[in-house]
């Protein structure tokens, strides 16, 4: 006869629990629906706690303005430099495996041709692969080249490849202090490093990526290189520059490392979780090495570590990164839960809203 009350018990908390978690959803739809303008037509959110307590996904508004279909948790959209974390966490697990040393010069791992080319401003022999997944090389970063975004906004787009986009670097602008000294963020530094990676690996960076990082066992079933997956690049939704859809643009413009990758929100919040819980390196002390803040003389314009960047908000402590098409994705070590957003056209300022809204909303449970 005990048993009775014990379960009514069980069935008022799990009621008020159920209650609760709906708030909470509404609310953080609320927080979606509220930021949807003619200029950003659609947002995808997901939240995720490693115990799994929290875990929700969102999206507000369209997938395309033209046809108006409705926006789906489960989309890919293009991440841009987010890709940068796989890539650095990728050259991370080469050097645990004893494949290159961070300390190495570039010179000794790029092609002839390559080193050629950045030889006539650089001295690669003393550019390390640190110094290039930490942004303080020096290289000048091609896509601040007039031309660059001239050729991408082309009409039928312009199809690019690693040579050119080294040309550019060299051809457009000059080396930003010497090896080491200042930080300066470069997209053609992580190409390097894209090349790196597939020479080492002997495959394209859409295969070794992947590869290296098990994208299978972590789960990361919506995550690939554009191109490599029909069912991926099919939920890709239209994302916005200015206004104009940028949904035609060549892939390769962004592709050798820099960029690249598609995901959904949910993907990028499991590998950022998986990330920071061991399931990714072999060895703690290369998260450890992952998080180490440069020296510089002068405070830097952004906290980049290796391949993520700390960042605040709402005075919580977060590592995260961001990519040009919209996209940021933020681990908050101190509440042990990850969130990732695409808005369909990039937002105002250096965080994207959801994340502080989203903060609120939880700490008012």
Same mark, same amino acid.
């Given at each position: 006869?005990?048993?009775?009350?014990?379960?009514?018990?069980?069935?008022?908390?799990?009621?008020?629990?159920?209650?609760?978690?709906?708030?909470?959803?509404?609310?953080?739809?609320?927080?979606?629906?509220?930021?949807?303008?003619?200029?950003?037509?659609?947002?995808?959110?997901?939240?995720?706690?490693?115990?799994?307590?929290?875990?929700?996904?969102?999206?507000?508004?369209?997938?395309?303005?033209?046809?108006?279909?409705?926006?789906?948790?489960?989309?890919?959209?293009?991440?841009?430099?987010?890709?940068?974390?796989?890539?650095?966490?990728?050259?991370?697990?080469?050097?645990?495996?004893?494949?290159?040393?961070?300390?190495?010069?570039?010179?000794?791992?790029?092609?002839?041709?390559?080193?050629?080319?950045?030889?006539?401003?650089?001295?690669?022999?003393?550019?390390?692969?640190?110094?290039?997944?930490?942004?303080?090389?020096?290289?000048?970063?091609?896509?601040?080249?007039?031309?660059?975004?001239?050729?991408?906004?082309?009409?039928?787009?312009?199809?690019?490849?690693?040579?050119?986009?080294?040309?550019?670097?060299?051809?457009?602008?000059?080396?930003?202090? $010497?090896?080491? %000294?200042?930080?300066? +963020? !470069?997209? #053609?530094?992580?190409?390097?490093?894209?090349?790196? =990676?597939? /020479? &080492?690996?002997?495959?394209?960076?859409?295969?070794?990526?992947?590869?290296?990082?098990?994208?299978?066992?972590?789960?990361?079933?919506?995550?690939?290189?554009?191109?490599?997956?029909?069912?991926?690049?099919?939920?890709?939704?239209?994302?916005?520059?200015?206004?104009?859809?940028?949904?035609?643009?060549?892939?390769?413009?962004?592709?050798?490392?820099?960029?690249?990758?598609?995901?959904?929100?949910?993907?990028?919040?499991?590998?950022?979780?998986?990330?920071?819980?061991?399931?990714?390196?072999?060895?703690?002390?290369?998260?450890? $090495?992952?998080? %180490?803040?440069?020296? +510089? !003389?002068? #405070?830097?314009?952004?906290?980049?570590?290796?391949? =993520?960047? /700390? &960042?605040?908000?709402?005075?919580?402590?977060?590592?995260?990164?961001?990519?040009?098409?919209?996209?940021?994705?933020?681990?908050?070590?101190?509440?042990?839960?990850?969130?990732?957003?695409?808005?369909?056209?990039?937002?105002?300022?250096?965080?994207?809203?959801?994340?502080?809204?989203?903060?609120?909303?939880?700490?008012?449970?």
């Amino acid at each position: 006869m005990k048993k009775a009350p014990i379960l009514l018990g069980l069935l008022f908390l799990l009621t008020q629990l159920h209650a609760q978690q709906a708030s909470e959803t509404l609310k953080l739809q609320e927080v979606l629906e509220k930021q949807l303008k003619e200029e950003m037509p659609g947002i995808l959110f997901h939240i995720q706690s490693e115990d799994g307590k929290i875990r929700w996904s969102g999206t507000a508004g369209v997938s395309e303005k033209e046809t108006g279909k409705k926006l789906l948790p489960n989309q890919t959209f293009r991440i841009a430099s987010v890709t940068k974390t796989f890539v650095a966490a990728s050259i991370l697990r080469l050097w645990e495996g004893g494949k290159l040393q961070l300390e190495d010069p570039v010179a000794s791992y790029i092609s002839t041709e390559h080193a050629q080319i950045l030889s006539q401003d650089y001295d690669l022999d003393k550019i390390s692969i640190l110094q290039v997944l930490q942004h303080n090389a020096g290289f000048f970063d091609h896509t601040h080249a007039p031309v660059f975004f001239e050729k991408v906004l082309q009409p039928g787009g312009h199809e690019w490849t690693r040579t050119e986009q080294l040309k550019l670097c060299v051809e457009a602008g000059e080396p930003i202090g $010497k090896p080491g %000294e200042k930080f300066s +963020y !470069s997209d #053609t530094g992580y190409i390097i490093l894209g090349e790196i =990676i597939e /020479r &080492i690996q002997g495959k394209t960076l859409g295969l070794a990526i992947p590869e290296i990082l098990e994208f299978e066992k972590l789960g990361l079933a919506n995550t690939a290189f554009e191109g490599l997956n029909p069912q991926i690049d099919q939920a890709r939704m239209h994302q916005y520059f200015q206004g104009q859809d940028t949904y035609s643009f060549h892939p390769s413009m962004d592709y050798f490392g820099g960029g690249g990758l598609l995901s959904t929100t949910e993907d990028l919040s499991r590998f950022f979780l998986a990330l920071f819980h061991g399931k990714v390196f072999k060895n703690p002390r290369t998260l450890k $090495k992952m998080l %180490e803040a440069p020296a +510089y !003389s002068e #405070t830097p314009m952004m906290d980049y570590r290796i391949g =993520i960047y /700390r &960042i605040e908000v709402n005075g919580v402590e977060a590592f995260s990164h961001a990519g040009f098409w919209g996209t940021q994705v933020a681990y908050f070590p101190s509440l042990d839960l990850a969130m990732a957003t695409n808005y369909s056209q990039i937002w105002k300022g250096r965080v994207p809203p959801v994340f502080g809204e989203a903060l609120d909303v939880l700490s008012r449970k």
